[in-house]
């Protein structure tokens, strides 16, 4: 399959710990926010969004956390699952803008 | 679920020649968007689309790139003389009426141009 994100940050975790990835936005005024899982070869997948009167949001194993005072965003997940191994996107979104911004991604390989 | 469906998976075409990527939106989304994946990088903005014209687009969106709503269902993206560059995972998407609420995305179209 596609190989995305040569020069990704990585993060290595044992299958049923918790991981947590994080990400730094760029933009004050960047009101929505959007976790993505990309699996080799496919499109990005919704995972969990949040808005930016909330400091956090849970789903199923998920959690997302945000700072607005340093523009922090990270995404927890319990009870890691092999399944789990993907790249992971932050995405952000300002208010009347049609685009998602996206960053970088970090790697996320869960190890049996 | 409702799924954005994009075809071809994967095209490979000669440098100059022009392509048009597929996509059918989820029935009930208005908003239809068109990003870019170079191997190795992260995802892109290409353009956003809503009733009939472009909303928005980014600068890598220039003249040799159209998109079309031909009928109630697809939305197209054409490149009119690829070039070597053009080579990327395409990805469609599209969201609600509220913008962005659902942005779903489709498994792209794997574009190569030799």
């Known amino acids: 399959g596609e190989s995305v994100g040569l020069h990704l940050p990585t993060l290595s975790v044992q299958e049923g710990d918790n991981s947590i990835i994080n990400c730094a936005y760029s933009?004050?005024?960047?009101?929505?926010f959007i976790w993505y899982k990309q699996e080799s070869g496919k499109g990005p997948q919704f995972i969990i969004d949040?808005?930016?009167?909330?400091d956090k949001r849970q789903g199923q194993r998920v959690t997302v956390l945000l700072n607005k005072t340093v523009k922090h965003l990270s995404l927890q997940i319990a009870a890691t699952q092999p399944g789990d191994s993907a790249v992971y996107f932050c995405?952000?979104?300002?208010?009347?803008?049609?685009?998602?911004?996206f960053g970088q991604g970090t790697r996320l390989t869960i190890n049996p | 679920e409702p799924e954005v469906t994009q075809t071809p998976s994967h095209q490979v075409t000669q440098m100059g020649q022009e392509v048009i990527l597929r996509c059918v939106p989820i029935?009930?989304?208005?908003?239809f968007y068109w990003y870019r994946q170079i191997l190795g990088q992260k995802v892109e903005f290409l353009v956003s689309?809503?009733?009939?014209?472009?909303?928005?687009k980014s600068e890598i969106f220039d003249d040799q790139f159209s998109v079309e709503r031909p009928d109630g269902s697809n939305f197209t993206l054409k490149i009119r003389s690829t070039k070597l560059e053009d080579s990327a995972m395409y990805f469609c998407?599209?969201?609600?009426?509220?913008?962005?609420?659902?942005?779903?995305f489709g498994s792209g179209t794997r574009l190569t141009v030799v």
């Open positions: 689309f809503y009733n009939n014209e472009i909303s928005e």
């Open positions: 933009n004050s005024a960047s009101d929505y």
């Open positions: 949040i808005r930016s009167n909330m």
């Open positions: 029935s009930n989304h208005l908003y």
């Open positions: 998407a599209s969201s609600a009426l509220v913008t962005n609420y659902g942005y779903t």
């Open positions: 995405a952000e979104n300002i208010g009347g803008a049609q685009k998602l911004v």
